[in-house]
């Protein structure tokens, strides 16, 4: 120890004072940052850390020298985060339907020709729906004179102070939720005229806006 004492002593004095300037600068802390922000008052407020009552706040990082070197923002609150998530999904559906009505209209294009190919599959698609409804209404009408013998058959064995049978009451129950079912087939068919018609005006209107026209 006093041989390295003695050794350092020794040494020519500007080498002893680049060591001891050296030594010096390596216990200096590097330049702190200084950091500011406003208190509940809105006055401006300076220090080495944010308080924590004010860390959610937006703040200004500067130099030692008081030049501006990074600008925090504040953070958001939990209703501007759901109002930012809310319209981006707004903008999400709305790309959405874009894609998804692009895909119709090239359908749209490749399927038809013209407005006139458009009305003749339409009026193709009615005529078919229409040839069900008759079809199923000449059903009814025959159910239903079966219906009436059955139950003018019933009523002579009443009349006669006997119990209709078994069988005869089950078969007019069976007519009867016939009738029943085939009339919410109709009934279901006039539904499908009205979507038919509904979704061909749109698709007219549609085809003529694609084509440039009115």
Do not use: Y
């Amino acid at each position: 120890m006093i041989e390295t004492t003695l050794q350092n002593w020794l040494l020519p004095k500007p080498l002893l004072m680049v060591f001891f300037a050296a030594s010096v600068f390596s216990t200096m802390p590097a330049e702190a940052k200084i950091k500011c922000w406003k208190n509940h008052e809105g006055v401006r407020e300076c220090g080495h850390s944010v308080p924590p009552e004010f860390a959610q706040q937006g703040h200004q990082e500067l130099s030692e020298g008081g030049v501006r070197k990074t600008q925090t923002q504040r953070a958001k609150s939990l209703e501007e985060l759901e109002t930012e998530q809310a319209a981006e999904n707004v903008k999400l559906a709305e790309e959405k339907l874009r894609g998804e009505q692009a895909v119709l209209d090239r359908v749209l294009l490749d399927t038809f020709s013209s407005e006139d190919d458009l009305l003749l599959a339409r009026d193709g698609q009615m005529a078919h729906l229409e040839s069900q409804i008759k079809l199923t209404d000449s059903h009814i009408a025959k159910l239903k004179n079966n219906l009436e013998d059955l139950i003018q058959d019933a009523a002579n064995h009443e009349r006669r102070g006997k119990q209709p049978p078994e069988k005869l009451i089950t078969h007019i129950t069976s007519l009867r939720e016939q009738i029943s079912d085939n009339a919410k087939f109709i009934e279901t068919k006039r539904l499908e005229q009205a979507q038919l018609t509904a979704k061909f005006e749109a698709d007219i209107s549609r085809f003529r806006r694609l084509k440039g026209g009115n």
